[in-house]
């Protein structure tokens, strides 16, 4: 038999997230973030299930490829743009939408020159990265309008810009630094002449979730860029998913594979950092950091066995993990264990280890035989 480690995917919950997102931000134009292997969760799989999108957004070109040779026609936009000028004729040809955020790409697109690798009548789309309060990328929104007017001047730059800036705090929501930000981005593309054919994209989903009133810039559709919440994952430090009617799309799952019958004072695994307190049984469960389990997880990290919570004991090891097994009798090898998704919420899981969810959900590694899957409503 294969390993028993497995994510089963839900293309259900995901759609039925990408619907949320609708719900909260009618109108707007989506852009599903699908970066890093569709957090974890395998990108082609969540392109193609969300194909009525209106872009996908990537961090690189070669996710962005991949795409394409998927089959995959929907604009793409590539979060961190182009990083050399090699890059300019694959982005043109595969009509990928540029990220600009720094000044050495703007001189780069005014520097080149129509030819034989780059073609007049196939515009780049760009998107136009403003650092509002972040300074993680983008431009100073005080240089917005010269900007502007530099990149409209490049003769292979679409004119119809779209302006973007992205928010550092947007997942506490007592922190002021969200409105300050929006407050900037706002009154920068307030000051600007010209407008027409313009575009603008604040919210990831923390800020769909919790700012969308704000976020919305003017009276046109602007653009979203929704992650996490894709995944059925909340992206609030205090919340879960089920709070916002997300439903998890990942459920990490594997089987029972030894149950020992151990005695009291037996010290349990590498270190052997528990000690069974009393005479008792412990299950070994075939998942660990060799799967992306975190090895971070203590003493105490639930697992769902059979749909009932047990306790992680003793350190989690590349292949296995142990679970206190008092109060499941009935606990049988081959018996399933849910780490995280259906019925245990990863955001639960990330907050025992000191992680977000999204590093646990991009960790799952390719060891883990991945399945999808169709729920009914
Ligand atoms: C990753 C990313 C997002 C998506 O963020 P979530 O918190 O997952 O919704 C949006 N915008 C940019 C620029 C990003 O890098």
Redesign the pocket.
């Known amino acids: 038999m294969s390993r028993a480690a497995e994510a089963v995917i839900d293309l259900t919950a995901l759609t039925a997230n990408l619907e949320q997102v609708r719900r909260h931000v009618p109108g707007s134009h989506i852009?599903a973030?699908i970066?890093a292997n569709g957090?974890g969760h395998g990108m082609l799989r969540v392109a193609r299930a969300l194909q009525q999108v209106d872009a996908f957004?990537v961090?690189s070109i070669d996710e962005a490829l991949d795409l394409r040779l998927a089959g995959i026609d929907r604009p793409i936009v590539l979060?961190?743009g182009f990083f050399t000028v090699d890059e300019l004729a694959l982005i043109q040809r595969h009509r990928l939408t540029i990220?600009v955020h720094h000044e050495e790409q703007l001189r780069i697109l005014e520097s080149i020159t129509v030819g034989p690798q780059l073609e007049a009548d196939t515009p780049l789309s760009v998107w136009l990265?403003l650092d509002t309060g972040m300074h993680r990328?983008g431009f100073p929104p005080s240089l917005t309008a010269s900007l502007v007017e530099r990149l409209q001047r490049c003769p292979l730059v679409d004119p119809a810009l779209v302006l973007?800036t992205?928010l550092a705090n947007?997942?506490d929501r007592r922190d002021s630094l969200t409105e300050r930000q929006i407050a900037c981005f706002n009154d920068t593309v307030a000051g600007l002449d010209d407008t027409d054919g313009m575009d603008f994209?604040i919210?990831?989903?923390?800020?769909?979730l919790g700012w969308s009133r704000q976020t919305r810039v003017g009276t046109g559709p602007a653009w979203v860029?929704?992650?996490?919440?894709?995944?059925g994952v909340s992206?609030f430090v205090d919340t879960t998913a089920a709070d916002h009617d997300l439903r998890p799309v990942m459920t990490l799952k594997s089987r029972l594979i030894a149950i020992r019958e151990l005695k009291a004072g037996d010290a349990i695994g590498y270190g052997g950092t528990w000690y069974c307190p009393e005479d008792m049984r412990v299950g070994v469960v075939a998942i660990g950091y060799g799967d992306g389990y975190p090895r971070a997880a203590g003493n105490g990290t639930p697992v769902l066995l059979n749909g009932r919570r047990a306790p992680l004991v003793g350190r989690v090891s590349m292949d296995m993990i142990t679970i206190d097994l008092r109060g499941h009798e009935k606990a049988a090898i081959g018996d399933e264990v849910i780490l995280w998704g259906n019925g245990l919420p990863v955001e639960e899981i990330a907050a025992c280890v000191g992680t977000i969810a999204?590093e646990l959900l991009c960790g799952v590694t390719h060891r883990v035989r991945f399945s999808e899957f169709r729920s009914n409503e």
């Open positions: 852009s973030v970066k957090y957004a961090a979060l961190e990220v990265k990328l973007m992205h947007a997942d994209s919210a990831n989903s923390a800020a769909v860029r929704p992650g996490i919440m894709l995944y992206p999204y």
